[in-house]
């Protein structure tokens, strides 16, 4: 199985940028699709964006679109998403998970039980 370790959050102002990490260890990144995930405080954890397993291919969830970039580098078993123009409600635990399916249909590719394994989370805080 993989072992994913998130770095990058922090405390930023409105309108500012992070850059969150995922290192995969265990077996090779290329094996997964990957996905981010965030989780606000006394909210249901919700999708924010997935990467096919050779990066061909992203899909972000409309609230990010146009903000939010992920990617990855399967040399490094990294994943990174890339947010700018941070808001306030952008304000969350954030997490990556890896799939082992690597194709799925729009309705599932946002489904937390479609990805076997998580990261532990980092902390996003964006003060307005």
């Known amino acids: 199985q993989v072992q994913l370790v998130e770095s990058g959050g922090g405390l930023v102002q409105a309108g500012g940028s992070l850059r969150l990490s995922c290192v995969a260890s265990g077996r090779s990144l290329n094996l997964y699709a990957m996905g981010w995930f965030r989780q606000a405080p006394g909210q249901e954890r919700e999708f924010v964006a997935r990467i096919s397993w050779n990066g061909a291919n992203t899909y972000y969830a409309d609230s990010v679109k146009g903000r939010f970039t992920i990617s990855r580098d399967n040399a490094k078993n990294t994943v990174y998403l890339q947010m700018n123009s941070l808001k306030a409600d952008d304000t969350a635990i954030y997490y990556c998970?890896?799939?082992?399916?690597?194709?799925?249909?729009?309705?599932?590719?946002?489904?937390?039980?479609?990805?076997?394994?998580w990261g532990q989370g980092t902390q996003v805080t964006v003060s307005s």
């Open positions: 998970a890896a799939d082992r399916t690597l194709i799925r249909t729009p309705q599932t590719m946002g489904a937390m039980v479609s990805y076997a394994y």
